[in-house]
């Protein structure tokens, strides 16, 4: 059994008369994805699970689970529009039910007269909307009829189906947006201006304390041309807020309802830039307990909810932990991703963006990290730097900056569709930040003139 990707198209956007945004399929396009029972990253058996001994053969990777035990559960977090799962078929085998999302749970029955020889498809969903779905199995109690001598059912794997390119109005392969200084207006006029959707808009709370965090002023920062559908709400959260205080469990789970109010399957940054700058991880064991509860806490409150794990690129500093691999936990994030911007030492030179891309802890280095955990990367801050550029050794008005990354977005999502989640750019126009914004062009024109071209080609 084996799973290719396959892109057929992308999707070209168009600006109507007025200055509305609608998005026209070039072609069709279609991935699917193979899940397997090895992938922590978006595959969670509960207890009562084993691995297989014995007959591992007989799946392609040599490896599936099984359970005897009724109640047993095994989550599929997956993001497409159809999912074929496969298991064994045998004379012992009971009944399961496949539940996914809040739709009623369906029977899947894992019985056959003979073993069969290798794993088979047991069930296929319906056609589903495109996006972020779970899907749970849950071993019953029950059996058919015929089925005698035992109680088991079998995981091998998951096939999703999906159309990723579709699902962006911007026409990239990926969802493309920014951070525009929480300013709803600035957005809509940054689309305007760059002749496409924005397909993700980022925000940060205010987190003096949780009484001032709750608050959900950020709900007004997406543009009015906004759709749940296909658009992403992208909200960074810490850990705990600046006091000190790790909220409550009823704290996180009123704030989950809140960011869902805004998008059911918005991102979370949950905790990021951890290695530097946010929710410091001095304590490896501390921050990964306090990440995992508040992962829970979300998921529980807002299931469709998706947690991005989100480092600085670099090695670490302010006496956070050397490796902040070791921060990660094993099905608590849908998305993996870095933050990166054009200084120490800037993209002006093949050498310097070379060097961002293949250090420890660069793009290449974390984009691997995502792939060996089945999880997409996604390019959560980027930008040029035109503040202090000596004191921050950045490249100021620098478009060769946006050429490299675009080229390496490019590069890696032609390589594998679908392996790049969301790319925001962080068009800051406060006067007191990095003056990293493309639009208003000034202080970088050169690079505002490279923006709009890198984001045309890679759309083509």
Known sequence: MRAHRILAGLTAVV??????????????ATTTTL????????VQFSTGWNPCSGNCGAASDNSFRWTSTAGSTAAVRFTGSQITLFGMKEPWATIATAKIDSAAATDVDFYAATPTS?????????????????LVLTMTSRRNPASTGGSSITFDSALVTGDPASAHRSGLPWSDGGFFTHSSEEAENFQEWRGRPVDNVVAFTTRDNWNIQLNTW?????????????DDFILSVPLWTEDGDYGTDAQWRQLARSIADVDPDGYVRLGWEMNCCFSHATNATTWRNQYSRAVDLIRGAAPGLKIVFNPNEG??????VADP??????????VIAIDSYDWWEPFTTDAGANNHFTKTYGWNFWYDFAQSKGLPFALAEFGVISRDTAANHSGGDNPKFLTY????LKAKNSAKPGSIAFVSYFNDTNPDGWKSNVY???PNPNSAARYKQVVDAAAQ
Not at 35 to 42: K, L, M, R, V
């Open 35 to 42: 899940i397997e029972d090895t992938n922590s990253g978006q």
């Open 15 to 28: 600006v109507a008369a007025g200055g509305a945004f609608a998005a026209t399929p070039a072609s069709a």
């Open 315 to 320: 090695v670490s500093n302010n006496g956070t």
């Open 218 to 230: 950020w709900a007004d920062t997406v543009p009015s041309t906004f759709q749940q559908a296909t």
């Open 325 to 334: 691999r070791s921060l990660f936990v094993d099905g608590k994030a849908d």
């Open 118 to 134: 290798e794993t088979v498809d047991v069930y296929t969903s319906p056609v589903l909307a495109q996006g972020p779905h779970t």
């Open 440 to 442: 208003p062009a000034t």
């Open 405 to 408: 990354a675009y080229n390496w």
